[in-house]
Structure formats: C-alpha cells, structure tokens
C-alpha cells in the first residue's frame, strides 16, 4: 500500500494519500489549496490516478483544494451526507464504505468539533480529522459545534475501536504524526473525564482565539476552495 502523510506548514494540516498499489487508484483526505502543485507532483510521480478526494469536515484554518483536484484529475469529491457543500460530487452516509482499488474506508460520523464531521477507518488505522487530535480534540465552539456530541463520538465511537488502531489526525500544532486508540485513552488530557458534562466544561474553558482565516475558508469551503 501507498501511504503519505503530507503536511501544511501554514495550517498545521495533515492530509493523507493512500493506494492499493503502484499504477493504481488514489484517494486524498483534507488537501490542502495551497498544496495543490505538489499532491499533483507525487501523483504523478508515484505514477497513481487520482479518483476520490475527500473532506472529512468543512474547515474554518484552511482552504480545501477539493474543486481544484476536481479540475486537475477529474476525480470526485465526498463528503458526509450533513455537510452543506454544494459543490461535492457524492456524499456518504454513517457506515457507508469508500472504495478505492482495493482499499476501503468505513465513514464513521464523529460530530462534535462540527455537525457533518466524519472520521474514516480503514484497516489498522482511523482519520479522525479534528474529531480526535493527538493529546487534544478538534474545539468545538463554532460551526455548530456541540462539546456535548464530541464526547458521545470519542467515547462511545472513536474509543471503540481497538486500542492498537493508529490514529492519523488532521492537525498537529506540536510535531506528533501519528498515535494508537490505546495511547490516547491513557494519555489524551480530553479523554481523562468521567461525563459528557465535564467534558463540555473543559472545552468551554478553553477560550481560544478565532481562526485567522476563518471569514476566508468557510464560504470558500463550501465551494470546494473556490473563492466565492
Ligand atoms: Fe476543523
């Protein structure tokens, strides 16, 4: 299998290529706009064609770059079946399976951090987007963001999955790439609460600054990274 974790330096974003094989058909989570020259760049170079590229929430730090893989490989663009976006090709509901040569990812919707958040499990590993970060958790104080639903699909969802199952998220502001279900119930200071109740607390003490590129990235989001 075909597996690059990429990064944007700019919005601390991860995004992930994945393919069965060499030759093969791609799949992309959370690009990256500004990224774009050099998701082609590996395409192309890895020598894979790009089928599905796919959102696993509408980002309010930086700008997809879902229309603009559209417009480049003609690929189709997902989402979850709650998100608002227009512009996407195909939605997938809540247990619903990405197919992709022979890989398949299983949609798990996670709201919380947002309402149409989804995570995608595939084998030994799950992207979480902002659902669960590492030692952290996507906020979840706009974009109708509910702490009350984060806690329901971190506990009764995402920490359901068995404890070795690697944890790929789609940030990271401290240099972690990559951790397990089982380290993150031990050591993720989010999960250390006994109620859905304390964890909205938490989360509402938390106070954080708006994101800089929020006005930005939202309208152009739900055009699949056209400015609108
Ligand atoms: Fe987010």
Redesign the pocket.
């Known amino acids: 299998m075909w597996f690059r974790q990429l990064f944007d330096a700019e919005s601390s974003t991860y995004t992930y290529l994945l393919a069965a094989r060499a030759g093969g058909e791609a799949l992309i989570i959370d690009p990256v706009r500004e990224q774009l020259p050099q998701y082609l760049r590996l395409i192309r170079e890895l020598g894979l064609k790009l089928v599905i590229a796919v959102d696993t ?1 509408t ?3 930086h700008v997809t770059a879902l229309g603009a893989l559209r417009d480049a490989t003609a690929c189709a663009t997902w989402m979850g079946e709650q998100s608002q976006a227009e512009c996407v090709s195909a939605r997938f509901r809540d247990g619903e399976s990405l197919r992709v040569d022979g890989l398949r990812l299983r949609a798990l919707y996670t709201p919380g ?2 309402d149409e958040s989804y995570s995608l499990v595939m084998d030994d590993r799950v992207f979480t ?2 659902a669960l970060l590492i030692r952290g958790s ?1 906020r979840t104080d706009f974009q109708n963001g509910d702490a009350h639903a984060a806690y329901d699909s971190l506990f009764n969802k995402l920490l359901k999955l068995p404890d070795e199952t690697l944890v790929y998220p ?1 940030h990271d502001y401290k240099g972690w790439t990559v951790s397990s279900i089982g380290e993150e119930r031990r050591w993720n200071p989010r999960l250390q609460v006994a109620s859905a109740a304390e964890y909205a607390s938490l989360m509402a003490a938390l106070k954080l600054p708006t994101p800089k590129l929020m006005d930005i990235a939202i309208p152009a989001n739900l055009a699949c990274g056209r400015m609108p």
């Open positions: 929430h980002h309010a730090d951090h947002t987007g902002d996507g789609g």
